[in-house]
């Protein structure tokens, strides 16, 4: 989400202190006039909701109101449609900025949360599905944005910010098939919108499916060249199907457009293998260790790197190091071989390295 000040969030509603828009007279003025305002939401009408709202959003002197206020006025933009403007408040109030700031949300967002839950019910399905996204949205991460975020696309199953959403969140719980389903209804839904696609090939991906994965990445990036993350990501997918030559293309453009990152080095190696050209191999995973000297995949790739042109001791140290970082792959090596592409790629490589460092 973009990050923008309040100030200037209410001010492109037209949220601002003055019209109905006194300043708010006192405490006791901005807590009724909070009250109001969720009274409002709650009887379907967000537009004078918010108009009631601003002025104590824009202008109260206590921090704690003015942040309940903002809350509201937040949940009442993505009640009235308005969901882009509502993405920005959040960013916002999940960013409060200042001591003073951090603990009025952290006093305000329960009491907010609870009174958005209060009234969801009443709501007709559109605005419903608008605040529970907005529930979905708010707050540190936990089980209960998942649920807000299924009842969203429950009442609104067309709510295409929520089910991406949804299906972030769903990836992130390893739901793969679900996710994939919700990535899928977007990118029909939005084919301008890249990400989704994007998405939809990387679940594929851990899916074990990258044949399936790789039209995914290609529509991606025909819509946003620049995504380098999906570029590498096409590397990988066409590593994985055994087209080398593809691969070391896709990962190698990756890599000159994004150097610092070890992940493209480490595939471009690993197809270097593959098309044994060990010494050139090496090369690019020394690279990927030097960017991270403490990441056990790369460290796997350099072993095997190491191993193919015949530095065995070099290899064992790195394997050694590994093992220090992942002592697990002593006793379960197939479970982490299976959970990345690269690292298990490069465990099958070093099968014999392992044994001999202790691993099974």
């Known amino acids: 989400m973009r990050k923008k ?3 200037a969030i209410f001010v492109l509603v037209g949220v601002a202190a003055g019209g109905r828009g006194q300043a708010p007279g ?3 003025a901005a807590r ?3 009250a109001n305002g969720l009274a409002l939401l709650a009887a379907g009408d967000p537009a004078t909701g918010i108009e009631v709202l601003r002025p104590v959003a824009a202008a109260s002197p206590i921090p704690a109101l003015a942040m309940h206020a903002q809350c509201l006025t937040a949940a009442g933009m993505v009640m009235n449609r308005q969901t882009r403007l509502a993405e920005a408040a959040v960013g916002t109030l999940n960013q409060p900025s200042g001591e003073a700031g951090q603990a009025a949300w952290k ?6 949360v609870k009174q958005l839950e209060g009234i969801a019910g009443r709501l007709p399905a559109d605005q419903r599905a608008g605040l529970f996204y907005f529930l979905g949205l708010i707050g540190p991460e936990g089980p209960d944005h998942l649920k807000y975020l299924k009842e969203a696309v429950k009442a609104r199953p067309d709510f295409l910010e929520a089910c991406y959403q949804l299906a972030i969140h769903l990836l992130w719980n390893g739901e793969l098939q679900e996710a994939a389903v919700y990535f899928r209804r ?3 839904g939005r084919p301008e919108w890249a990400e989704p696609r994007s998405n939809l090939g990387m679940v594929l991906m851990l899916s074990g499916r990258p044949d399936q994965a790789i039209p995914e990445f290609r529509q991606a990036l025909k819509i946003r060249p620049q995504l380098v993350e999906t570029q590498g990501q096409l590397g990988l997918a066409l590593y994985a199907t055994g087209a080398y030559d593809e691969a070391l293309n896709e990962c190698g453009a990756a890599l000159r457009l994004q150097a610092g990152n070890p992940a493209h080095y480490n595939c471009v190696a690993l197809a270097l293998l593959e098309k044994n050209r ?3 191999a090496l090369a690019y995973a020394r690279r990927a260790a030097e960017l991270a000297p403490q990441q056990e ?5 350099l072993a095997a790197a190491l191993a193919a042109n015949g530095l065995r001791d070099e290899a064992q140290a790195a394997m050694r190091q590994v093992l220090q970082i992942q002592p697990q792959l002593r006793s379960d090596p197939s479970r982490l071989e299976k959970g990345n592409l690269l690292r298990g790629r490069a465990l099958s490589l070093t099968g014999d390295l392992l044994k001999k460092s202790g691993g099974k």
């Open 107 to 112: 006093q305000v967002l329960p009491q907010c």
């Open 297 to 301: 995949t790369t460290l796997l790739v």
């Open 26 to 28: 006192g405490e006791q």
């Open 186 to 188: 977007v990118a029909e």
């Open 278 to 280: 060990p010494a050139d």
């Open 32 to 34: 009724q006039a909070i």
């Open 5 to 7: 000040t309040l100030a």
